[in-house]
């Protein structure tokens, strides 16, 4: 089950990636509909777990609590895992946001919500100026949401990656840390 409670709204909650959810990112990791639009290769089980356990990266799983799930590592069904959101290399250079979300869960503005409390995780914990993050030209919903928050185009890196049969560009965006703050103020 996931770990403890991190950070929530009224809608979802980020809680800590344990090692019973590795089957579940190992899963959706596979599914052509995440992996295709994040440009990443097969992992077997091994893989995810090495990767999940990384230095210089948060990591969390976006989840729909129940009534009953508390702030620890909640009973067996009284959580349902969605997706995950993570941020890499915040410790010791501009972090880059990382974040997927089960097909299902699509288009209820929960991708919204988990990158939004991330951000504000970030920018509590780390003294970075900055966030990033990566989005490939053919994934719109994933651009739509970055600029949705406040995310500056920054540039493009060209044939930056294999995916799906094409080279494909990478769009790079990025925020401050101050328009962050202006835009919780209004």
Known sequence: MPGARINGDERITLRTVEEEDVPFVQREATNPEIRYPMGKPLR???EVEAHLEEEHADRFLVCLDGDDAGPGTPEEGAVRRIGCVGVEDADWKRPE??????????????????????????????????????????????????????????????????????????????????????????
Do not use: C, M
């Open 97 to 186: 946001l990382v974040y997927w979300l089960v097909p299902e869960a699509h288009g209820n503005g929960y991708g919204k919500a988990a990158v939004s409390l991330v951000i504000d995780y970030v920018f509590r914990t780390y003294a970075t100026p900055a966030i990033g993050a990566g989005a490939y030209p053919f994934n719109d919903a994933s651009r739509g949401l970055l600029e949705s928050l406040g995310f500056t185009e920054e540039g493009r890196q060209r044939k930056y990656i294999f995916v799906d049969g094409e080279h494909r560009d990478i769009v790079q965006y990025g925020l401050l840390r101050e328009e962050w703050r202006e835009r919780k103020r209004a």
């Open 44 to 46: 077997t089980r091994a």
